[in-house]
């Protein structure tokens, strides 16, 4: 399996031929290395509705026919916004798809579609983390969002092979509850995310690798453009 990290939350997943990409937020990203139209995935996810996650869902979805996997509200309005092939699910809800199982768990921020001209703002469903397994791997995006006590259940109740985690502080957790997040969840790897595209968010993601080797974890920093096997 070939994991390529695209900058803030968005990750793209290539196994046995299935493409799949999180939160595709490219146009606009400083930090992305790809354009949207050099994206070729079978299916997206979203964690929520913020435009730095759905990002250039519709016209990569529209492009390549991919399923976009979203809660109930955000895949409705992923739907309107012209693309045909949506799966709707919700917290705590699982289905098997034929790449594998997705999982929405909780998470705790927001999830809107802000419109500053209109000043207006359009509610789209519950923010979400996704437990992904596949190739017999166990991936956890957390999406964005706080520490939470239910990440301790969420790492005895699943063998996770990967953690992605925020560490930008500001809008998600920063590093400090992330290093008690990794703890709690006991993945093999936990690789940060959502840090460092714009000055609010600057992280030093080297330095939270080596705090969680402290601890006794494996992590592994990795550069926008960066891919790595899992």
């Given at each position: 399996m070939?994991?390529?990290?695209?900058?803030?939350?968005?990750f793209?997943?290539?196994?046995?031929?299935t493409?799949?990409i999180?939160?595709?937020?490219?146009s606009?990203?400083?930090?992305?290395?790809?354009?949207?139209?050099?994206?070729?995935?079978?299916?997206i996810?979203?964690?929520?509705?913020?435009?730095?996650?759905v990002?250039?869902?519709v016209?990569?979805?529209?492009?390549?026919?991919?399923?976009?996997?979203a809660n109930n509200?955000?895949?409705?309005?992923?739907?309107?916004q012209?693309?045909e092939?949506?799966h709707?699910?919700?917290?705590?809800?699982?289905?098997?798809?034929?790449?594998?199982?997705?999982?929405?768990?909780?998470?705790?921020?927001?999830?809107a579609?802000?419109?500053?001209?209109?000043?207006?703002?359009?509610?789209l469903g519950?923010?979400?983390?996704?437990?992904l397994?596949?190739?017999?791997k166990?991936i956890?995006?957390?999406?964005?969002t706080?520490?939470?006590s239910?990440?301790?259940?969420?790492?005895e109740?699943n063998?996770i092979?990967?953690?992605?985690?925020?560490?930008?502080?500001?809008?998600?957790?920063?590093?400090e509850?992330?290093?008690?997040?990794?703890?709690?969840?006991?993945?093999?790897?936990?690789?940060?995310?959502?840090?460092?595209?714009?000055?609010?968010?600057?992280?030093?993601?080297?330095?939270?690798?080596?705090r969680?080797s402290e601890?006794?974890?494996?992590?592994?920093?990795?550069?926008?453009?960066?891919?790595?096997?899992?």
């Amino acid at each position: 399996m070939q994991i390529t990290f695209h900058g803030q939350s968005c990750f793209e997943i290539q196994e046995a031929g299935t493409g799949l990409i999180i939160d595709p937020f490219l146009s606009g990203n400083p930090l992305a290395k790809v354009r949207p139209e050099e994206i070729d995935v079978d299916y997206i996810l979203l964690t929520h509705g913020h435009e730095d996650h759905v990002g250039d869902t519709v016209e990569i979805a529209k492009r390549t026919g991919a399923t976009v996997i979203a809660n109930n509200e955000l895949a409705h309005w992923i739907g309107f916004q012209g693309v045909e092939n949506v799966h709707a699910m919700h917290i705590g809800g699982s289905h098997l798809f034929d790449f594998g199982r997705v999982k929405l768990t909780q998470a705790f921020h927001g999830s809107a579609h802000i419109d500053p001209e209109k000043k207006e703002i359009v509610y789209l469903g519950m923010p979400a983390g996704l437990l992904l397994t596949l190739g017999g791997k166990t991936i956890y995006h957390a999406g964005d969002t706080c520490l939470f006590s239910d990440m301790k259940l969420i790492g005895e109740l699943n063998d996770i092979d990967l953690a992605l985690l925020p560490i930008g502080d500001n809008f998600t957790m920063g590093p400090e509850d992330a290093l008690i997040a990794a703890e709690w969840i006991g993945a093999g790897k936990t690789v940060p995310m959502h840090y460092n595209t714009f000055p609010l968010i600057e992280q030093d993601a080297d330095l939270f690798v080596r705090r969680l080797s402290e601890r006794q974890l494996a992590g592994q920093a990795v550069r926008p453009g960066e891919s790595f096997k899992l």
